[in-house]
């Protein structure tokens, strides 16, 4: 099915583990986004990428790694996850230029 | 504060009624976009307006955009129930760079 699916949805997790956060798109769109949740801040940026292999921090980038060796998946990892991390995770892509986002169906991480 | 930040938090109306949205942001943009958030869902695009646009229409949604004043807004028009949902405006400050504001939680009471 074309679109943006994550995987898992939901995931529980403890203190210093590492955690990898799926996302696989099928338009073929050149940015992909990594977005978390939580309440009374709105989204804030993780890390993006323009293309394969360029990926570029966002707005709250620390604890977290990502890769994109090929266009359709960008995946995010928490390499000693915290419960600071504890949140919903959005995965978004988008063509360039006047291209809204699109974004996936969100990961629910608990880190206890 | 954010670069985007929604007014009201929270928003109850009764269906029929007209819901609007106010969005402030602080330094230039290319243009402004609306979300759509349905609880426990992703974010569903709604609407853009660039920075060269005054106002513009998608079925019941208005959007203005005022760059003078770094604000903007959106009214929707004949509420229903299916419109509750929480709602963000996120402004693009170039290079798909996106900041989104904290959201507008809309009930709409049938």
């Known amino acids: 099915d074309a679109g943006i699916t994550q995987s898992p949805r939901y995931k529980i997790t403890e203190t210093g583990r590492q955690v990898t956060l799926m996302c696989h798109q099928t338009?073929?769109?050149?940015?992909m986004f990594w977005y978390r949740q939580d309440l009374g801040h709105g989204l804030r940026l993780i890390y993006y990428?323009?293309?394969?292999?360029?990926?570029d921090k966002g707005e709250v980038p620390d604890g977290y790694v990502v890769s994109r060796s090929k266009t359709e998946n960008f995946p995010l990892t928490l390499e000693s996850a915290t419960r600071s991390q504890t949140s919903v995770y959005f995965c978004?892509?988008?063509?360039?230029?006047?291209?809204?986002?699109?974004f996936g169906p969100g990961t629910r991480l608990t880190v206890l | 504060s954010q670069q985007g930040e929604e007014d009201p938090q929270a928003l109850s109306i009764q269906e029929g009624e007209n819901a609007t949205m106010n969005c402030s942001y602080k330094?230039?943009?290319?243009?402004l976009q609306w979300y759509r958030q349905n609880s426990g869902r992703g974010l569903v695009h709604l609407i853009l307006?660039?920075?060269?646009?005054r106002e513009k229409h998608s079925g019941r949604l208005r959007v203005t955009l005022d760059t003078s004043k770094k604000s903007s807004s959106l009214l929707i028009t004949a509420s229903r129930a299916a419109d509750t949902a929480s709602y963000f405006c996120?402004?693009?400050?170039?290079?798909?760079?996106?900041?989104f504001g904290p959201g507008t939680r809309l009930s709409v009471l049938p």
């Open positions: 978004a892509s988008s063509d360039a230029g006047l291209a809204p986002l699109l």
């Open positions: 338009w073929s769109h050149s940015y």
């Open positions: 990428s323009a293309a394969a292999d360029i990926t």
């Open positions: 330094t230039s943009i290319n243009n």
């Open positions: 307006i660039r920075s060269n646009e």
């Open positions: 996120a402004t693009d400050l170039g290079g798909q760079n996106f900041v």
